[in-house]
């Protein structure tokens, strides 16, 4: 109760002695003011309680306080009050509840005080009392929403840390000691960049000032990526968001921080398993591969042995000009660097490693893939459509594994055409907004089903397939930041990925 409210129904005290004179004093205020003789009878009732309670005074005279107008688990609480009234003098506050005649239930703050006869004998037990029942209510769903929020807090995977202007440490919950390994008792007063690893812990304070002064926000309301420091001493990687609100005298800050390093070791083994299978899969290209890299290799040393027998005929004849002779050996020269190109290619394409990213042109990949299955394309007699973009701008990707998937791809175009008439295959690039798109069409077969179900590991529609191609593939460009997808006609087959262009990366 406040002051004022104190004030209002205080002074009932030195005019007990006629509840009828108080009630009159008291008329319009919204007092209720009750009497109660020795046995707890109620004597007197003035307008406020009618009011209050839908009761008259003739329903209420004469009734004992505790019959009617009492919730039945208060009582036994009243009655002590009232005994504890009539055993001694004196004023006396309590809350409890009235039930109304149309059941609502009503809270009243209670000023009580007993008047006696000149014998000390108890005359009446008077309460003056104010309706609090909304204030009750907001009071009550106060308490409800903060022991709901403390139970979140509490119970939170995630840990909650709460600091003022100065980075000090006002509260943790339990996930936030076992996350740094602290007790609430030696976090608590202490500065927060003592969670901070070097060099942030010796940036917070500036961060903090240039916040404060300018507005500008890095962290809060944004949210990112860093790394914190545990009691023992050891850095993990933590994901970090900030909010902060403005109380009338000062401005806190709020952290929910989550270890994020059971994530960064599954990511970590993930893009350790798309290498293996990666690397698994181009031996297997290589080694479908073998027949025409034979064919390829020997070209240029068929050459260079032709152009060899020629070298050793010409010197057998002095009259020949020198510049014949040049000639041929610059032909050879050629070939052997042609050939060398060939097994370079095929090295880089077979060894194996992490993503190793750099700004590459995918027009030039599709060049490079196309090159490494010439063979096949002629031998199976596939007419080629490029429809490659100009001014293509560059992804960041690693560009043995972007290889791998457009290998993928159309080697499987290859084989779904090798039972029809029409053999035709395109391959487009193009620029989409923030997005570099490749497409391959082919004439062939087409898929049944959903297209999802083709990047399944493990499924396949080819009789000799390991059905792992496009499981990887799909990895690939996902590992990418891209996109690939599959639609199917009678006409054939679609396969098209999406990369995000550099300047969309950064």
């Not at 599954?266 to 290498?275: N, S, Y």
């Amino acid at each position: 109760m406040t002051a004022g409210e104190r004030e209002r129904i205080a002074f009932i005290d030195p005019l007990a002695a006629e509840p009828e004179t108080a009630s009159s004093i008291l008329a319009g205020t919204g007092v209720l003011l009750v009497a109660l003789d020795a046995d707890g009878r109620i004597v007197h009732f003035n307008n406020a309680c009618e009011k209050a309670t839908g009761y008259s005074r003739a329903e209420i005279i004469g009734e004992p306080l505790w019959n009617r107008l009492l919730v039945p688990e208060q009582v036994d609480g009243v009655k002590r009050v009232f005994s504890d009234l009539v055993d001694a003098p004196g004023p006396k506050e309590h809350e409890n509840y009235w039930v109304a005649k149309n059941d609502r239930r009503i809270c009243i703050h209670w000023f009580n005080t007993s008047v006696r006869e000149a014998g000390g004998r108890v005359r009446w037990v008077i309460g003056a009392g104010l309706d609090i029942t909304e204030k009750k209510k907001a009071q009550l769903e106060l308490e409800e929403h903060a022991a709901r929020l403390r139970a979140i807090v509490e119970t939170a995977v995630e840990g909650i840390i709460t600091i003022d202007e100065d980075g000090t440490i006002e509260s943790v919950n339990p996930a936030a000691e076992r996350l740094f390994g602290y007790s609430a008792g030696s976090l608590l007063g202490q500065n927060i960049t003592m969670l901070m690893p070097p060099p942030h812990n010796e940036k917070h304070d500036r961060y903090m000032e240039r916040y404060m002064r300018t507005g500008e926000a890095r962290i809060i309301g944004i949210g990112r990526e860093v790394t914190g420091l545990r009691k023992d001493g050891t850095v993990f990687p933590m994901e970090l968001a900030i909010s902060d609100v403005v109380l009338p005298d000062r401005r806190l800050f709020t952290g929910i921080v989550r270890d994020i390093s059971e994530r960064r070791t599954a990511e970590k083994r993930e893009r350790q398993r798309l290498a293996e299978h990666a690397h698994a899969a181009r031996l297997a290209a290589l080694g479908e591969m073998a027949s025409g890299i034979a064919h390829e290799l020997n070209q240029p040393l068929t050459a260079i042995v032709s152009f060899a027998d020629a070298c050793r005929n010409l010197l057998e004849k002095p009259d020949v000009p020198k510049r014949v002779t040049l000639d041929a050996l610059n032909q050879i020269s050629e070939q052997g660097v042609r050939a060398g190109n060939i097994i370079r290619r095929l090295r880089n394409f077979v060894k194996t490693g992490s993503l190793d990213r750099e700004i590459i042109n995918l027009n030039a990949v599709i060049s490079d893939v196309m090159a490494m299955v010439s063979h096949e394309i002629h031998m199976n007699e596939v007419d080629i459509e490029l429809k490659l973009g100009d001014y293509l701008p560059g992804v960041w990707a690693d560009k043995l594994q972007i290889e791998q998937v457009v290998l993928n791809i159309v080697r499987n175009a290859i084989e779904a055409m090798e039972t029809s008439s029409v053999r035709r295959l395109v391959l487009k690039t193009s620029k989409r907004d923030d997005q570099v798109l490749v497409y391959v069409s082919d004439s062939g077969c087409g898929f049944s089903g959903e297209s999802d179900q083709l990047f399944q590991a493990f499924y396949t529609t080819k009789e000799k397939g390991t059905g792992l191609g496009l499981s990887i593939s799909h990895t690939i460009i996902e590992a990418h930041g891209g996109e690939l997808t599959a639609t199917a006609d009678d006409s054939g087959a679609t396969f098209s990925f999406s990369l995000p262009i550099v300047e969309a990366f950064y």
